[in-house]
């Protein structure tokens, strides 16, 4: 995206944007890896 930006495909407004993007959809993931591990090691705890 930084090349982009430096090649005047996109405006700095716009990488912000997107890098928040990317930023939200990482953190999402991370919740739900989060969560996924949490049942886990539960399900493992119970037997």
Do not use: Y
Not at 14 to 31: A, M, R, Y
Not at 35 to 41: F, G, I, M, P
């Amino acid at each position: 995206m930084k090349k982009a930006e430096k090649s005047g495909e996109l405006t700095e407004d716009d990488l912000k944007g997107f890098s928040e993007d990317v930023q939200n959809l990482t953190n999402d993931n991370i919740k739900k890896i989060d969560s996924l591990t949490e049942d886990k090691e539960k399900d493992i705890m119970a037997v």
